[in-house]
């Protein structure tokens, strides 16, 4: 169909909730997306940050196919294929074990039971994470804060309140916007659920002074590592280690939204690990299935076993195909070295960007990265139409700021290339 026709029927039937740039991808290989006219374009935004091994990746591929032969969807009434392999090797990774991970992966990838068996066994004392499979980031925010308040219910302070950081996002559901403390997407859906609380994100002395207030009222304590929908705005390690000390200090615990910032795209497993803190809770999608919808709450074994049979559920979180991808998507990303290699080619984006004209300022860590340009570049969404127009796919998330979420298995070259097309926008 062409995409005239296209455009005409979704300008006709689709909710025009997204506004929508004009061109109609088809085909990817790789870091290249085609249109439906066969004009090529150099992708830095990977589905917003989803497409991690790009696009038709060999490994992903065949994962697919091989598993819609077989079976896409049974219900989680049943035992499913590859999720319990999942679920330990993202306990591995939360660990920040990457020797446990990588023989993980070996293992699961040769197929011996035996082997699997073996090394997804915990070693004595080892921290053991329990895995909730959702189909996307909001979901998985949504078991983390009830996980949160459960816990504080059965088994921790009995505080039901939650602490969210101004600018921060945690998605689209009336919970998930209630949690994401931003007026300007807030404002239209009010009334939105309570018992949530706003913090400034690295002020560590409003902090203390909420808990000063509220003390054992706060259940969680819910961050991203880096704010990726306000233009890529780390934390600083001290706040996130006053964060984790304050709300394990009245016993609650601490979210990690690691939706945009987890798995291995800012050059670790997951975000919160480069500040040297381990959560209790972290949530995950996006870059975890490569670009099946796939979305996990993460916890502490201890945390996660309050949820007891029917206090939460889905009906296709942790489908057939959603595990397929994610095995192969992880086993991918564990053994083929991309934690260095986003934190090697992101450093080279950071540097390539600070060296373009009208750029004030460039933020985040590996593969997530964002930058401020200054009055004279004009409005940074008409930056990102004219690289369209030039050929590159990249972001913007204000009037000043653009983001740069690119697959991960980008190079110097693709940075290279990319900056050849800034160089020409960016005026």
């Not at 990977?46 to 196919?65: D, F, K, M, Q, Y």
């Not at 068996?117 to 980031?137: D, H, I, K, L």
């Not at 000063?212 to 600083?236: F, K, T």
């Amino acid at each position: 169909m062409s995409f005239e026709m296209e455009h005409e029927l979704d300008a006709a039937y689709v909710m025009p909730t997204f506004g929508r740039s004009p061109v109609e991808f088809v085909s990817g290989a790789g870091m290249t997306l085609t249109d439906s006219a066969g004009r090529e374009y150099l992708d830095f935004l990977a589905g917003i940050g989803v497409c991690s091994l790009g696009h038709g990746h060999p490994v992903l591929t065949r994962a697919l196919e091989e598993q819609a032969k077989k079976l896409l969807h049974v219900s989680n009434y049943f035992y499913v294929e590859h999720r319990g392999a999942v679920a330990a090797l993202l306990s591995k990774l939360a660990n920040g074990d990457a020797a446990g991970a990588r023989e993980l992966a070996e293992a699961v990838r040769s197929g011996d039971e035996q082997v699997v068996r073996t090394a997804a066994a915990p070693a004595e004392g080892e921290q053991v994470w329990q895995t909730f499979f959702a189909n996307s980031g909001a979901e998985a925010n949504e078991c983390s804060m009830k996980l949160a308040r459960l816990y504080a219910r059965r088994a921790g302070n009995g505080g039901n309140t939650i602490v969210c950081l101004r600018g921060g996002f945690h998605g689209r559901t009336l919970e998930t916007l209630a949690a994401t403390m931003q007026d300007r997407l807030q404002d239209a859906f009010r009334p939105l659920p309570g018992g949530f609380v706003a913090c400034t994100p690295n002020d560590v002395d409003e902090l203390r002074a909420i808990f000063e207030r509220l003390g054992s009222e706060v259940c969680a304590v819910m961050i991203e590592p880096i704010q990726g929908e306000s233009g890529v705005h780390p934390l600083d390690a001290a706040f996130v280690q006053a964060a984790a000390e304050l709300v394990h200090g009245v016993g609650g615990v601490l979210i990690s939204d690691e939706v945009q910032a987890g798995v291995f795209r800012c050059g670790a497993p997951f975000a919160i690990q480069l500040a040297g803190v381990t959560p209790d809770i972290m949530s995950l999608a996006k870059g975890i299935a490569g670009g099946v919808p796939m979305g996990a709450c993460v916890a502490r074994a201890e945390v996660a076993q309050v949820f007891h049979p029917g206090d939460h559920g889905t009906t296709f979180g942790g489908s057939c195909l959603a595990v397929a991808a994610a095995e192969a998507v992880l086993c991918e990303l564990v053994l083929g070295g991309y934690a260095e290699r986003a934190r090697e080619v992101g450093a080279y984006l950071a540097e390539r960007l600070a060296e373009l004209p009208h750029v004030v300022e460039v933020r985040g860590a590996g593969l997530m990265r964002g930058c401020d340009v200054d009055e004279a570049a004009g409005d940074a969404h008409d930056i990102v139409a004219r690289a369209l127009d030039a050929g590159a796919v990249i972001n913007a998330t204000g009037a000043h700021t653009l983001r740069f979420l690119p697959p991960l298995i980008c190079t110097k070259a693709d940075v290279d290339a990319l900056m050849d097309v800034l160089a020409a926008v960016v005026i």
